[in-house]
């Protein structure tokens, strides 16, 4: 850490919703957030003046980044692991270190590992032929689901194949495959924890998070109807992997909730979109929580603000022109909080979310819903 009156300087590599929202947390804990950018335009350049522009693929130019910062994290998974080591060996205090964020940058390193740990997971195999998918089938059933092992996001990268046919398609992509047997999940859970290099780790309750076409639609905060044994174990499983992983920052562990339990789906090691509903929702948002993991500081508190929090995404619609629809929402709802992230209006795409807080989850889910959709505007 720097003298106490320099500011601490964490450097964020990306530039996407997720910085800009980081740069809110860090405004107020005094930290100086500087972004690795690859344009001047995008969502975190737009609102913060330390931004460099560069490729996050590129060694000098995380180098050039990295001089000056107390830690560096991520926005997105995607920064190479070699290059991360080079960065640590060189004495950057690079949080997540690359031995934890491959587990959120390969799927079948991701799924070894926690089987290793004991962690509940679905069946599955790495595939790279029909008659493997086949095989996979044979001993587990159809559908299957194949996924790509890098880069996917917002469900691409991910088929649900009836048969060998629908995996032939997919496996023309070319792309590195995992199978996993189809989880007849009830619904989707999320638990987001944060650990310090120290070992310090916090849970935030439990959310149920609804998917839409393989997208995020809503959060909700804690998810309803979960009972206290469910909910502990799910957290217990969080901050175990977070744990053996040696994960610093955040970690979000995406699961299944299941006739017969819990199963683990996936993980990001960053701020994650099941987590926005903590800006309000929680006495220490994601973001704020991020920061001080990755500068080695105490952790805040995760406990909520109210006692339900609803976060809906908007997603953009035909219309781009959203602040036209702006004053009704504003009007129609004084609690609703709204979140922009500058990004140009494209039907399907994430632009903003908003957050309902209250007491009665009918009330506040159908608040929540209401401003996405006049916000959205004609589909
Ligand atoms: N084994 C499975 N069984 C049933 N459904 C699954 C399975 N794996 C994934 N899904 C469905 O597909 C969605 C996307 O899968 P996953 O989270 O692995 O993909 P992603 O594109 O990497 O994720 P994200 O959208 O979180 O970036 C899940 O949220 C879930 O609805
Ligand atoms: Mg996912």
Redesign the pocket.
């Known amino acids: 850490m720097n003298s106490p009156n320099v500011a601490p300087v964490v450097g964020m590599v990306g530039a996407g919703q997720l910085a800009r929202m980081t740069q809110q947390a860090a405004i107020a804990l005094g930290v100086e957030l500087r972004v690795l950018a690859n344009a001047p335009d995008e969502s975190a350049s737009r609102v913060i003046t330390q931004t460099v522009l560069g490729d996050y693929r590129d060694l000098d130019d995380l180098r050039a980044f990295a001089d000056g910062c107390d830690a560096v994290t991520f926005d997105h998974e995607h920064v190479p692991g070699g290059h991360i080591r080079v960065l640590a060996e060189a004495g950057v205090a690079v949080r997540p270190g690359a031995d934890a964020l491959i587990h959120a940058q390969d799927?079948a390193v991701m799924r070894e590992r926690l089987g290793a740990i004991g962690a509940p997971c679905?069946a599955?195999a790495r595939v790279d032929s029909v008659s493997a998918v086949e095989e996979f089938a044979g001993e587990n059933g159809w559908p299957v689901?194949l996924?790509?092992v890098r880069g996917?996001?917002?469900?691409?990268?991910?088929w649900?194949v009836e048969s060998a046919g629908e995996a032939a398609q997919v496996l023309k992509n070319g792309v590195e495959l995992i199978a996993?047997?189809?989880?007849?999940?009830e619904r989707?859970l999320a638990v987001l924890v944060a650990r310090s290099p120290h070992g310090q780790g916090v849970s935030y309750p439990v959310v149920e998070?609804v998917?839409e076409d393989?997208?995020?639609v809503e959060v909700i905060a804690p998810a309803p109807d979960l009972d206290a044994e469910d909910a502990a174990q799910a957290q217990r499983i969080a901050l175990t992997i977070a744990a053996e992983l040696g994960v610093t920052g955040l970690l979000a562990v995406?699961m299944?909730q299941t006739k017969t339990g819990l199963?683990v789906?996936?993980l990001?090691m960053r701020p994650?979109?099941s987590g926005h509903w903590t800006i309000e929702g929680a006495r220490t948002s994601q973001f704020e929580q991020h920061l001080r993991a990755v500068l080695d500081l105490p952790l805040g508190s995760p406990a909520m603000t109210a006692p339900v929090v609803v976060m809906a995404n908007l997603l953009g619609g035909p219309d781009p022109d959203i602040f036209s629809r702006y004053e009704h929402v504003l009007a129609h709802d004084p609690g609703i909080k709204l979140h922009f992230y500058g990004k140009e209006v494209r039907p399907g795409r994430k632009i903003g979310h908003v957050t309902a807080l209250g007491t009665d989850l009918d009330d506040v889910r159908a608040r929540a819903r209401h401003a996405v959709t006049c916000l959205r505007g004609p589909v």
């Open positions: 799927k679905p599955w689901v996924k790509a996917g996001y917002d469900g691409r990268g991910v649900v996993e047997a189809f989880v007849p999940f989707e998070t998917q393989g997208i995020c995406e299944f199963v789906n996936e990001a994650h979109n």
